[in-house]
């Protein structure tokens, strides 16, 4: 992280975000449309953009019509903030200018470090015996879990960057998640939703590893919530931290879970202009009075004991990967 980098007053703007490994190959690289995507989705999810968004669909042209509110508040959004920025208003600030300027660029990247707990591609993932793949996103009333497939950076005018994890999210259908009796929670990892709506903000995650669930098999794996311990914000301790390299919880990756080519597809498309999962944009804050039962270990990355003794451990360095 720079030293004296800019700090923006945006609540989807975070300075515990850090991007890591060399960028991904030209197949994960942006087009202009996925660009603007991705921006609507910063857009609608913001919480300092509420007011304009409700503004906007009480239009009379709008009159709610979510289907017109998506294709055109970008635009107007654009224009109210070059109009109102002399005006004194108390919902315009110069970030939500920048914002509505829309992203100069998009990076994407392999690795991502979210106040101290460090992410990593399904791709790279699957070639090392550790797992950080594993995400899950709050909503109301229902948690979403997937892998990651990309860590994006959107760099808008000034410096300003939104993280997002572009995910692939599982059915969160009865027939795909099921807890028993003890409350573990297995999911159909061979399953797959909500492809039209893959981002969620890089601050919104919690690390998620996945263990074979050996009454059900085949692709169902029981998903258990990484709490790491000992990670404080640097805006709480009130001094700058550096970015750590130490991985989070990782378990052996002998999970299994299937690629992209072989997901089966659940979403009836037909009809459907966009699914979009109810988020719920909460930062992640480590309790740091929470008991353990082990008070002796402050280490950040935690091995379970090794099940694959005759497979040698993968040292690579992700600075230097080369996709």
Not at 153 to 163: D, I, N, Q, R, S
């Amino acid at each position: 992280m720079e030293e004296h980098a800019p700090r923006f007053n945006l609540s989807i703007v975070s300075s515990d975000v850090e991007v890591g490994g060399a960028r991904l190959s030209a197949e994960y690289a942006f087009s202009d449309e996925e660009i603007a995507i991705a921006h609507w989705w910063v857009l609608i999810n913001c919480e300092e953009v509420k007011y304009w968004k409700e503004l906007h669909l009480n239009f009379p042209e709008v009159d709610g019509d979510l289907e017109y509110h998506n294709m055109t508040f970008a635009n107007y959004f654009r224009t109210w903030m070059d109009m109102i920025k002399s005006d004194d208003n108390p919902n315009w600030s110069h970030e939500l200018l920048l914002l509505a300027m829309q992203p100069q660029r998009a990076r994407v990247y392999p690795t991502c470090t979210v106040n101290g707990v460090k992410f990593v591609s399904e791709e790279r993932d699957s070639r090392r015996r550790t797992q950080n793949s594993g995400v899950m996103a709050k909503g109301h009333g229902l948690d979403y879990y997937g892998v990651l497939h990309s860590v994006v950076e959107l760099v808008y005018a000034e410096g300003m960057k939104v993280h997002l994890f572009k995910c692939r999210w599982f059915d969160t259908g009865a027939q795909s998640m099921k807890m028993d009796q003890y409350g573990n929670l297995s999911v159909n990892t061979a399953t797959s939703a909500y492809e039209d709506d893959p981002f969620v903000f890089a601050t919104s995650v919690k690390q998620v590893f996945y263990l074979d669930d050996l009454a059900k098999g085949d692709a169902w794996k029981i998903a258990n919530i990484v709490h790491p311990r000992n990670i404080y914000r640097a805006a709480t301790l009130g001094v700058t931290i550096p970015g750590p390299e130490a991985d989070a919880y990782q378990e052996p990756n002998a999970v299994g879970i299937h690629d992209v080519a072989t997901v089966r597809q659940n979403n009836d498309k037909h009809g459907r202009v966009l699914r979009i999962r109810d988020e719920d944009s909460t930062f992640i804050d480590v309790d740091p009075n929470e008991e353990t039962d082990d008070d002796s270990d402050d280490e950040l990355r935690h091995r379970l004991p090794d099940i694959n003794s005759d497979t040698e451990e993968d040292s690579s360095d992700d600075s230097d990967y080369e996709p």
